[in-house]
């Protein structure tokens, strides 16, 4: 039979996501993260219809609504791309919360704005900053976030040496100055971020154990690699995040910038209380401010709230048809 599912698309700071909003069966399990293996095992050949070419491209991105799978929290949510299925994603949070409220898809008391999200890492805390009756900006309030290692080196095969720190805020990331690599952060640049974020990634894989002080395995995997940059314009400085199979962050990466604050506390340079912007490839922009402490096993996290704002985009309906040789998708670059 031909599936037919609908979605709702929007942008946060430029990076897309596609809502999906019917038409998918619903996901078994008593945690998020047992959903995620379920929909890795079960949902394969329509995340790819959903992300990948005719109907997405190599950088879409969407997510799953879904119950919440704590007492107290108000909804659950699965993130997908090319690739695959990510443990936490910000600027998916900030888009999901403008597309559910104006689109009536959860209920929001305007007397207490906040939207508690089960996601893969943990629970996420968000906020509607209305204006009227629109969602003019949102933010969140993240995961623990941490540096877990500081200063490393790795060889790679045509980059030579490359320093980096590794940071977690909802996904570990692996963080290199670009101008370090005679990389500028611009969207002329496009095809070397990509090439040397692969690379990049690939090699701190293979040589670095990554390992989640809670203790779980789900969430030991390194999700991407972020170039740090001076910014263009008035923000503290510049993200540009290659992701998942090279996808290429339109925003500053919600996550990325949280794992950035981490780091940057370790490092005595951003205190509690303290806020800082950071940019992205299209200078658009999130800020995120250190709210708090809390200890994740035997390391001290900070918690980072991040703020940003969304935008509708569209509507859809797609067909997928068994009869459709290209059913599943396709991704070229």
Request: charged share 25%.
């Amino acid at each position: 039979m031909t599936a037919r599912i609908t979605t709702i698309d929007a942008h946060t700071a430029g990076e897309p996501l596609r809502v999906i909003t019917r038409g998918l069966p619903e996901i078994p399990g008593e945690t998020i993260l047992e959903r995620r293996r379920w929909a890795e095992e079960n949902l394969e050949s329509l995340r790819r219809a959903l992300m990948l070419e005719p109907r997405g491209h190599a950088d879409m991105y969407g997510c799953i609504l879904m119950p919440p799978a704590t007492s107290d929290g108000d909804l659950g949510v699965l993130f997908l791309h090319n690739e695959g299925y990510s443990t936490m994603c910000g600027h998916g949070i900030i888009g999901l919360v403008k597309v559910g409220v104006e689109e009536g898809l959860f209920e929001l008391d305007p007397e207490d704005p906040r939207v508690r999200i089960d996601t893969p890492a943990g629970r996420v805390t968000a906020t509607a900053h209305l204006e009227e009756e629109r969602v003019a900006r949102v933010s969140f309030e993240n995961v623990p976030s941490f540096l877990l290692h500081r200063d490393v080196v790795v060889e790679t095969p045509t980059l030579g040496e490359v320093r980096f720190d590794i940071g977690y805020g909802g996904a570990f990331y692996a963080y290199v100055d670009a101008k370090s690599l005679g990389l500028e952060l611009t969207p002329s640049s496009f095809a070397r971020i990509v090439s040397m974020g692969k690379e990049i990634k690939q090699a701190v894989s293979e040589a670095v154990e990554l390992v989640h002080p809670a203790g779980e395995d789900d969430l030991n995997f390194l999700y991407g690699t972020i170039f740090v940059g001076p910014a263009e314009g008035s923000a503290h400085s510049r993200n540009v995040c290659v992701f998942a199979d090279g996808e290429v962050d339109r925003s500053p990466t919600g996550t990325g910038v949280s794992g950035r604050a981490a780091v940057h506390h370790a490092r005595g340079e951003l205190g509690l209380g303290e806020r800082i912007t950071i940019e992205s490839i299209l200078g658009t922009s999130f800020d995120v401010e250190l709210i708090g402490t809390r200890e994740v096993g035997a390391l001290e996290g900070v918690i980072p709230r991040v703020t940003g704002s969304a935008h509708i985009t569209g509507r859809h309906e797609f067909e997928i048809s068994p009869e459709d040789p290209l059913a599943a998708g396709f991704l070229l670059r």
